[in-house]
């Protein structure tokens, strides 16, 4: 079965960063594409990121560009989210999320906490 499973969420000063990671299983990695969301309490889940099957094709939220950086290993079944220059608003509940077979597959979530 699908699997998704994130970490490298944690407590980060303003003007830090993280590294999240997605290692995926249960499916053919490389062919899909990934992407990461985040959700706050009492918001909806919104797309930060998304990365092609190859790698190749990256796409980001406005309020992310030039901060955070997606990338994926497909040797490792493993897809990244890069995030630089931390603000408190970044603070969030960060998930990875795969679509096979037309079914949106979630992981459990990484908690991102940004404060001083």
């Known amino acids: 079965q699908v699997q998704l499973v994130e970490s490298g969420g944690g407590l980060v000063q303003p003007g830090g960063s993280l590294r999240l990671s997605c290692a995926a299983s249960?499916?053919?990695?490389?062919?899909?594409?990934m992407s990461w969301y985040r959700q706050g309490p009492g918001k909806e889940r919104e797309l930060v990121a998304s990365?092609?099957?190859?790698?190749?094709?990256?796409n980001y939220a406005d309020s992310v560009k030039g901060r955070f950086t997606i990338s994926r290993d497909n040797a490792k079944n493993t897809v990244y989210l890069q995030m630089n220059s931390l603000k408190p608003e970044d603070t969030d509940v960060y998930y990875c999320?795969?679509?096979?077979?037309?079914?949106?597959?979630w992981g459990q979530g990484t908690q991102v906490t940004v404060a001083s």
């Open positions: 999320k795969a679509n096979v077979a037309r079914v949106d597959y």
């Open positions: 990365v092609s099957s190859t790698g190749r094709i990256t």
């Open positions: 249960g499916f053919t990695f490389s062919a899909y594409a």
